[in-house]
Nanobody, 126 residues
Framework: QVQLSESGGGLVQAGGSLRLSCAAS????????VGWFRRTPGKEREFVAA????????EYGDFVQDRFTISRDDAKITSYLQMNSLTPEDTAVYYC???????????????????WGQGTQVIVSS
């Protein structure tokens, strides 16, 4: 069973930065596509970013606009989401997710991810 755990959320002022971390059970990010999603109250889960196993080019949601960077440290079995130039519209619960083994490409659909962390709250004040 793949287990994921996010950390790094918190309260930040508009224009500030946060780095979210996603710790995985052993071997997960070497063999699994990793993605980040977010959810705000009353809205569906929204794609933020993802890294495939076959490309060095990550994918980002349209709203990111070069403000966020996803990375993966396989040695530490951790994925990171560096978020800069945050706005109040970025306030959400952020989730780390992974596709099951055998899928090498990213997806923007949360239905394609099989393993999820518990989420970490990000609040951006104006």
């Amino acid at each position: 069973q793949v287990q994921l755990s996010e950390s790094g959320g918190g309260l930040v002022q508009a224009g500030g930065s946060l780095r979210l971390s996603c710790a995985a059970s052993l071997g997960t990010f070497r063999d699994h596509v990793v993605g980040w999603f977010r959810r705000t109250p009353g809205k569906e889960r929204e794609f933020v970013a993802a890294l495939s196993l076959v490309s060095d080019y990550p994918e980002y949601g349209d709203f990111v606009q070069d403000r966020f960077t996803i990375s993966r440290d396989d040695a530490k079995i951790t994925s990171y989401l560096q978020m800069n130039s945050l706005t109040p519209e970025d306030t959400a619960v952020y989730y780390c997710a992974a596709r099951r083994s055998g899928f090498s490409f990213t997806s923007e659909s949360d239905h394609d991810y099989d393993y999820w962390g518990q989420g970490t709250q990000v609040i951006v004040s104006s």
